[in-house]
Antibody, heavy 116, light 107 residues
Framework: QVQLQESGPGLVKPSQTLSLTCTVSGGSIYWSWIRQPAGKGLEWIGRIYTSGSTNYNPSLKSRVTISLDTSKNQLSLKLSSVTAADTAVYYC?????????????WGQGTLVTVSS | DIQMTQSPSSLSASVGDRVTITCRASQSISNYLNWYQQKPGRAPNLLIYTASSLQSGVPSRFSASGSGADFTLTISSLQPEDLATYYCEQSFSPPYTFGQGTKLEIE
């Protein structure tokens, strides 16, 4: 059973860099990060293929880096110059080749608050 | 970006009712449309992929249809455990985008 687990600081100061990791396993076509502000909808942040190729949401592209360390089965997210608007629950998710690129496995999510 | 619009935004129904949620894309997305269920305090869960394929383990009362730009999710007989917010998502072209959600309440 594939499980994903996000980890990282729950509190980040404004203008600093948010850094999260997600332990991944199992076959996949790609891995994504998705976020959800409290009481709001879902926003796709970006994805990384197992080949290392990435795509980012243009709204965040200048601030986002997603990487994958296959030796550690670790997916990472870095979001720089954060503001209060980046406060959200952050999810890692698996994009499945057998499910039409849908996100078939999600982590439980981790709340990141941006505040001084 | 492809905009996804769901309707209604909220819905109240009784146990046993047939419930339909619609999702419209701002352009054709073929059948690259997925549906998720998110229960309070939980991560989203994939219900339907490629417009009409039922994800393994999802009850058969859930079904979906559509292609191009218009899609529907149907719950044939609403159950108490279906209390959740439902999202559509297009995986046709990045940035992948979600609808704003439909909050389903049980009367």
């Amino acid at each position: 059973q594939v499980q994903l687990q996000e980890s990282g600081p729950g509190l980040v100061k404004p203008s600093q860099t948010l850094s999260l990791t997600c332990t991944v396993s199992g076959g996949s076509i790609y891995w994504s990060w998705i976020r959800q502000p409290a009481g709001k909808g879902l926003e796709w942040i970006g994805r990384i293929y197992t080949s290392g190729s990435t795509n980012y949401n243009p709204s965040l592209k200048s601030r986002v880096t997603i990487s994958l360390d296959t030796s550690k089965n670790q997916l990472s997210l870095k979001l720089s110059s954060v503001t209060a608007a980046d406060t959200a629950v952050y999810y890692c998710a698996r994009g499945s080749a057998t499910a039409g690129y849908a996100f078939d496995i999600w982590g439980q999510g981790t709340l990141v608050t941006v505040s001084s | 970006d492809i905009q996804m619009t769901q309707s209604p935004s909220s819905l109240s129904a009784s146990v046993g009712d047939r419930v339909t949620i619609t999702c419209r894309a701002s352009q054709s997305i073929s059948n690259y449309l997925n549906w998720y269920q998110q229960k309070p305090g939980r991560a989203p869960n994939l219900l339907i992929y490629t417009a009409s394929s039922l994800q393994s383990g999802v009850p058969s009362r859930f079904s979906a249809s559509g292609s191009g730009a218009d899609f529907t999710l149907t719950i044939s007989s609403l159950q108490p455990e279906d209390l959740a917010t439902y999202y559509c998502e297009q995986s046709f072209s990045p940035p992948y985008t979600f609808g704003q959600g439909t909050k389903l309440e049980i009367e």
